[in-house]
């Protein structure tokens, strides 16, 4: 029996995530197309949620995250690591003349795919500010 794409996708998932730490981690500085990274990252991101949204509704993800502990437990997860991600990446997005208020919105209603988008965003401006 093969594996179906519901159960590919999360080892896939990790795959990717795996290789994203252990190169930045290994990066004495910051690559110059850090930004393509991220925005390609968060346009994949995209697609997958686009079609979580299609099929199952805009609050789908809400099913979910109450059906048991573990769904409590992934939300609470989800949460403590966008507000994480966020605080750390404020500073810079500050420095950088974002307009954080947007930001924060932005990965309220969307999650790991504004924290996506914001990162992007932000290494982008990082790097036309080193240029100029």
């Not at 197309?33 to 997958?48: E, K, M, R, S």
Request: charged share 10%; with cysteine; aromatic share 10%.
């Amino acid at each position: 029996m093969q594996p179906d794409l519901y159960h590919i996708i999360p080892t896939g998932g990790a795959v990717i995530m795996l290789a994203c730490l252990v190169t930045a981690a290994a990066l004495r500085k910051p690559a110059a197309n850090g930004w393509a990274v991220a925005a390609l990252l968060a346009a994949l991101f995209a697609l997958c949620s686009t079609y979580a949204v299609a099929t199952g509704g805009p609050l789908g993800f809400w099913t979910e995250h109450v059906r048991n502990a573990w769904g409590n437990q992934i939300w609470l997860d989800l949460l403590c690591a966008a507000a994480t991600a966020f605080i750390v990446l404020l500073p810079r997005a500050r420095a950088a003349g974002m307009a954080v208020w947007v930001w924060l919105a932005f990965v309220i209603a969307t999650g790991s795919l504004g924290l996506l988008a914001m990162l992007a965003r932000c290494l982008w401006l990082e790097g036309r500010a080193r240029q100029g």
